[in-house]
């Protein structure tokens, strides 16, 4: 099970960390990834970090905005995010699976989404 949170309702050039919380399974055997969806849009990629942490992997548009890593004593992955402009608006989803991909269906395991709302 997946728990994310730390969303809420920032200004256009703030900051937000987001939490996921892995609780039941070995989190340090997944790789594990940030997904987003815009209202009206379909679910996209954000960012993936592999088992040991050692590589990410980023969606162009978070880019040297958005910092992912992972702590498996504490079995949390965060999403740094600063800079943030209206276009990443959105509900963010944590996920989890054994390929390091920014394939949305490689994912089986998925947290309830979290919303973060950048306001101009």
């Known amino acids: 099970q997946l728990q994310a949170s730390g969303g809420g309702v920032v200004q256009a050039g703030g900051s937000l960390r987001l939490s996921c919380a892995a609780s039941?399974?070995?989190?340090?055997?997944?790789?594990c990834a940030w997904f987003r969806q815009a209202p009206g849009k379909e679910r996209e990629f954000v960012a993936v970090i592999t088992r040991s942490g050692g590589s990410t992997w980023y969606a162009g548009s978070v880019q040297d905005r958005f910092l992912i890593s992972r702590d498996n004593a504490q079995n949390t992955v965060y999403l740094q995010m600063n800079s943030l402009n209206s276009e990443d608006t959105a509900v963010y989803y944590c996920a989890a699976g054994s390929r390091y991909t920014n394939t949305l269906n490689a994912y089986g395991l998925w947290g309830q989404g979290t919303e973060v709302t950048v306001s101009s």
């Open positions: 039941g399974r070995t989190f340090a055997n997944y790789v």
